[in-house]
């Protein structure tokens, strides 16, 4: 079952409805990397990471694997890796996933601009931990911590995110 989600930051899949944080952007349909959109359109979740020093593993049917503290995502459009997990150290700008605040305890990957990548369209879209009062993201989506880890629960093979 889907689960869509409104640019007025609320989330509904079948009866249940869950308050979400949006890029600080907005919502776009011309993402572009750094304009801190949330994009606009239908996504997949295709893998989950989570901090194993904080919180347990997940239940999904969604493959998953431990957070460690090597694991980066590159963010520069000019790089081979654009889009793409890195690890850490590495030479181009990334985002590193191990994080000192708890936004990204558990992180959904989403297969936005992932097949095939486009260059400067965006990267990092993640779905995760929403920060104090539901502030803004950097474009990802953010649920509260129980939030999230029903809608993972409850994710089947096909569920699509609709953001719009």
Do not use: Q
Not at 19 to 42: I, Q, Y
Not at 51 to 67: C, F, H, K, Q, Y
């Amino acid at each position: 079952m889907n689960l869509v989600v409104s640019a007025e930051g609320l989330a509904r899949r079948g009866d249940a409805t869950y308050r979400c944080a949006l890029g600080r952007g907005g919502v776009r349909r011309s993402k572009r990397e750094g304009d801190g959109a949330t994009p606009e359109g239908g996504m997949r979740l295709v893998e989950i990471f989570y901090r194993p020093d904080r919180i347990g593993r997940p239940a999904t049917m969604l493959p998953v694997s431990e957070l460690d503290p090597s694991l980066g995502w590159c963010d520069d459009p000019a790089d081979t890796a654009y889009n793409r997990r890195v690890t850490l150290p590495y030479p181009a700008s990334c985002e590193r996933l191990w994080r000192d605040d708890r936004l990204y305890d558990l992180i959904a990957v989403t297969d936005y601009n992932m097949d095939p990548v486009a260059s400067g369209a965006g990267s990092a879209i993640f779905v995760h931990v929403a920060g104090e009062g539901f502030s803004p993201t950097e474009g990802c989506i953010a649920f509260a911590l129980d939030d999230l880890r029903e809608i993972l629960a409850g994710w089947r093979p096909g569920d699509r995110m609709i953001v719009g």
